[in-house]
């Protein structure tokens, strides 16, 4: 039986370490600010908004609510963003996604500025990550590598395949991975004998979003799993991408869902938040 790579616990500890990083700057007079925009009623996005705003004032950063009717225009948007890029209260500009059809997400992604880019969604931020030289991550792909520098593993030389070749996920962690010297696959919809892929792999890393479609069976013995998928099955049952309990027979560490990657996107969007801050901080006195 393999082992638990606990995301509550690793996440406690980063914003244990989070909090202590405020209250240092905090004494230097500046405290971390969030702007969390949210536009429209999406009631998953109202629940992510509200647990982003908790986990802020938890760790003592300032966070700053907007809440836009879901019929707001683009340039009302962009109006929004361009003030919060001026606001010397704010570190960190976060929009929750998806955003309504009238509004095109990727201009307003790219016009916050790429020093207040929390999620690390920026083009500037996204090819920065590309050329090796990162300054914000995406939280999620973030959190997984924190994940996996808990297990001890050396990436260098290991082979990896990320099953999701989305922005958000998929990509950015196939370079994070890259980054500390795997050899990575990536995987999508139209990739052939995903099977035969996943079994090579010392790592997996699903975010496909398809419930329990990566077979335990195909988990190479030894493997580490992480699994970013969340799928609702019935009514109150979450489940990963990665059939779990098979796989965590043959798997050395695996993630669980829920408790695993779930909890470590808002720690890393706290980290960057603060990163965001200190860099503020520096410039100011620079
Ligand atoms: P997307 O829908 O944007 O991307 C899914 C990817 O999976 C695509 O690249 C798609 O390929 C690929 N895919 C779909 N079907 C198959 C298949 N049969 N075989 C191989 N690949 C396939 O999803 P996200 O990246 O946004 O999210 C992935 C999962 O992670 C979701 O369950 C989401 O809820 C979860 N998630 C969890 C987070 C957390 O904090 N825990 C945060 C973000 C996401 P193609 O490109 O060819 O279409």
Known sequence: ??????????????RAEIAAGVTT????GVTPGLAVVLVGDDPASQVYVSMKEKACRDVGIFSDEYKLPAETSEAELLALIDQLNH????????????????????KVLEAISPL?????????NVGRLAIGKPTFRPCTPYGVMVMLQETGLDLAGKEVVVVGRSNIVGKPVALMCLQ????VTICHSKTR???AKVRAADVVIA???????????????????IDVGVNRVGEKKLVGDVEFAAAAERAAAITPVPGGVGPMTI????????????????RATA
């Open 1 to 14: 039986m393999s082992k638990l790579i606990d995301g509550k616990a690793i996440a406690a500890k980063i």
């Open 25 to 28: 700057l905090r004494a230097t």
């Open 87 to 106: 606001d010397p209260k704010i570190h960190g500009i976060l929009v929750q996604l998806p955003l309504p059809k009238q509004i095109d997400a990727d």
């Open 116 to 124: 207040k880019d929390a999620d690390g969604f920026h083009p500037y």
């Open 180 to 183: 500390q010297n795997a050899t």
């Open 193 to 195: 004998d995903l099977a």
């Open 207 to 225: 975010a496909v979003g398809r419930p329990e479609m990566i077979k335990g069976d195909w988990i190479k013995e030894g493997a580490v799993v």
């Open 267 to 282: 720690t890393m969007l706290l980290y960057n938040t603060l990163e965001a801050a200190k860099r503020f901080a520096s």
